[in-house]
């Protein structure tokens, strides 16, 4: 079914703080409109505001045809106890509501209530259009293509990382949605399923909006960009694909710069200028008074019109000072909010950092090795690998938080690791943002680490809450914000990119290059991969590691 979704006026907010207004928004079939912007502008609101999960503080939403289905997939797919992968594909396709319409209506048909006939035929189509007719079937063929080697009937919270990431993207390859609200499809995904989800995005007739940190993936798929501003409270709408719209938004904010710029200078004149004519008016006056007493009438008149003529050449520019302020005014435009990111160097570790020798690893049927590798001081690897490959393991083994199995591991001497792991995992519990912190950096004091998270975009408002209740993003900066903290001389980032928003990736990128310490690098963020400098290059495929020339 074509639909189009048409937002008009919408405006929303958090408490007193507006995070957009005045929004209009086609989703036409056909669309891949790539949604923008720092992280707390309101991307992921707009999403459930257009999935109609939330309600607008004003404006309308409205789908045409209004029966067409409209498919919400969340940042991070919830895995609920008990629910199986095959329950879970069959609600984040729509079928499960779907199902659950339809046998409603099929207790009312049978019941003889009235209407019913067309409730069934309505939720019959609706059903199938979701594809729930061979749901199971294709199911089972998506699973099987995904390498997702695990019965369907497995519970979700069984799952690994990485088969929680093929599960997410198996449900989005089976989804038959009218239109698709996509909130960061691209996270924990390889660079197999960032090809499948790319050509699967390209081939929608479905009008789509999805939010990414992928600059590769926005690159390749969006055909227009939507920007929420928030340091301009704005909302931008720029035709063309992402790497067009970054070129006209730089030339925009280059021209609003330089459009203010001249107002100001041309302010300022004025401004000088009105100060200079009172000042001699003044003087004008003053000299007037001193020589009051002169009899030459001649000389009085002449002082007196020169002091009339100063008079009217002050407020003629006080006049074209208003007028200036009155037609040409323009607003200062408003710096962003930017992250200034340094990683805190710790004394250096010894020369050979970590050691793995014919290294075994085993995690129930999976078996990583054997592995002989040596990591040195400064070096710069980067480690790649389809999801499940084994490079998490990897990690664990050359930090010696799992033991080898078989074979030797050990970590060098004098080496303080600081880490940015998939799950955020330091800040996931209840305690405050300000105590989870506070206790990885014991020695700096509360209004130090305040300080140094505010720097990081989270602020008062941030600091006493629990720290699971961050989003993505904040938790995410939370974790660079530690490395700021306290001193690392091997650093271990995995998927950091995955929440952060684009301004701060490359802030990230900028402080990589910088660092002088050893770096481990798991990324599938390909615009990362070629913008970080890396002097080894590690690939592992099912649990064999390989060395490649960077």
């Known amino acids: 079914m074509n639909a189009t979704l048409v937002a008009k006026d919408l405006a929303a907010g958090h408490g007193d703080r507006s995070l957009f207004e005045g929004l209009d928004l086609v989703v036409a079939p056909g669309d891949v409109i790539g949604l923008v912007g720092a992280n707390g502008a309101g991307k992921s609101t707009l999403l459930r505001l257009l999935a109609g999960l ?56 049978v019941e003889g209530a009235p209407g019913a006939d067309d409730a069934y035929a309505t939720s019959l189509e609706r059903w199938l259009a979701l594809g729930g007719a061979d749901l199971d079937e294709r199911a089972e063929e998506v699973a099987a293509a995904l390498g997702l080697a695990v019965g369907l009937d497995q519970p979700m919270t069984s799952l690994s990382g990485g088969q929680a990431a093929r599960a997410g993207l198996a449900s989005l390859l089976l989804s038959r949605y ?36 992928d600059r590769e993936f926005l690159s390749r798929t969006v055909t227009k960009v939507l920007e929420l501003d928030l340091a301009q409270g704005r909302v931008n709408l720029y035709g063309g694909g992402y790497d067009a719209y ?34 001699w008016m003044d003087k004008g006056v003053k000299n007037a008074r001193r020589k009051a007493s002169d009899n030459d009438k001649i000389g009085r008149k002449f002082r007196s019109e020169a002091s009339e003529k100063q008079a009217a050449k002050a407020r003629q520019t006080q006049r074209m000072l208003e007028r200036l302020d009155r037609d040409e005014s323009v607003e200062e435009p408003r710096k962003e909010w930017q992250l200034r990111m340094e990683i805190a160097a710790a004394p250096r570790s010894g020369a050979v950092v970590a050691t793995l020798r014919e290294a075994v690893v085993r995690r129930g049927g999976f078996t990583l090795g054997p592995v002989t590798f040596q990591l040195d001081w400064a070096d710069r690897v980067a480690i790649t690998g389809a999801n499940g490959a084994g490079k998490s393991t990897l990690l664990a083994a050359l930090l010696g938080r799992v033991p080898a199995d078989e074979g030797h591991a050990a970590l060098g001497s004098g080496v303080v690791v600081g880490e940015v792991d998939q799950a955020r995992a330091l800040f996931h519990g209840p305690e405050s943002l300000l ?20 720097k990081f975009g989270l602020k008062a408002a941030h600091v006493l809450r629990p720290a699971a209740t961050l989003s993505p993003g904040e938790r995410t900066r939370a974790a660079l914000a530690l490395l700021q903290g306290r001193g ?63």
Not at 435 to 454: M, Y
Not at 492 to 497: S, Y
């Open 54 to 109: 939330d309600t607008p503080e004003s404006g309308r939403i409205s789908l045409s045809p209004p029966t067409a289905t409209v498919g919400h997939l969340p940042q991070e797919p919830d895995r609920r106890p008990g629910e199986t992968i095959r329950a879970f594909l069959s609600r984040r396709t729509g079928v499960t509501a779907a199902q659950r319409a339809m046998d409603e209506a099929t207790e009312r048909l």
């Open 178 to 213: 009218d239109v698709f609200l996509l909130d960061e499809p691209t996270n924990d995904l390889d660079l197999a399923g960032l090809d499948r989800l790319e050509a699967f995005v390209r081939g929608l007739r479905a009008g789509t909006v999805l939010v990414s940190h």
């Open 246 to 279: 970054l070129e006209e938004r730089e030339v925009a904010r280059r021209h609003a710069r330089e459009e203010y710029d001249e107002y100001a200078d041309k302010r300022a004149a004025l401004q000088d200028r009105a100060q200079m004519q009172r000042t």
């Open 435 to 454: 105590d989870a912190f506070g206790a990885a950096v014991p020695d700096t004091e509360p209004a130090e680490v305040r300080t140094l998270l505010a």
């Open 488 to 550: 690392v001389n091997l650093l271990v980032l995995d998927e950091p990119t995955n929440h952060l928003d684009l301004p701060a990736i490359e802030q990230l990128e900028s402080a990589l290059d910088s660092y002088t310490g050893t770096l481990l690098l798991v990324t599938h963020d390909r615009r990362m991969l070629d913008a970080v400098r890396v002097t080894r290059r590690l690939e592992v495929a099912e649990g064999k590691v390989t060395e490649r020339s960077p």
